[in-house]
Nanobody, 124 residues
Framework: QLQLVESGGGLVQPGGSLRLSCAAS????????IGWFRQAPGKEREGVSC????????NFEDSVKGRFTISRDNAKNTAYLQMNSLKPEDTAVYYC?????????????????WGRGTQVTVSS
């Protein structure tokens, strides 16, 4: 059974960078599309980015375009979210999720497996 564990969160100043990792265990990540989501206090969970199984298709939420990149290393069974030029409004718990469908999607309802999340706080 697939399990996901996020890491790499923390406290960073505005303008700084963080790289989140989503490590998979139990099953090879090759068969899964990966999505990154975030949820800020009092707000609904939103889809930040996704990457297809092959890695050839990606998608980003408008507010992070040009600042965040998504990648995967199937040999390491890990996906990544590189976050640059961070802003206070990026503060949230970040989750990775997986689905077996090959298509990239930022809709949380289509994902089957979720990690527990990692806190990202952007503050001076």
């Amino acid at each position: 059974q697939l399990q996901l564990v996020e890491s790499g969160g923390g406290l960073v100043q505005p303008g700084g960078s963080l790289r989140l990792s989503c490590a998979a265990s139990g099953v090879t990540l090759d068969y899964y599309t990966i999505g990154w989501f975030r949820q800020a206090p009092g707000k609904e969970r939103e889809g930040v980015s996704c990457i297809s199984r092959s890695g050839t298709s990606t998608n980003f939420e408008d507010s992070v375009k040009g600042r965040f990149t998504i990648s995967r290393d199937n040999a390491k069974n890990t996906a990544y979210l590189q976050m640059n030029s961070l802003k206070p409004e990026d503060t949230a718990v970040y989750y990775c999720a997986a689905r077996t469908d090959y298509r990239c999607s930022r809709y949380s309802s289509v994902y089957d497996t979720w990690g527990r999340g990692t806190q990202v706080t952007v503050s001076s």
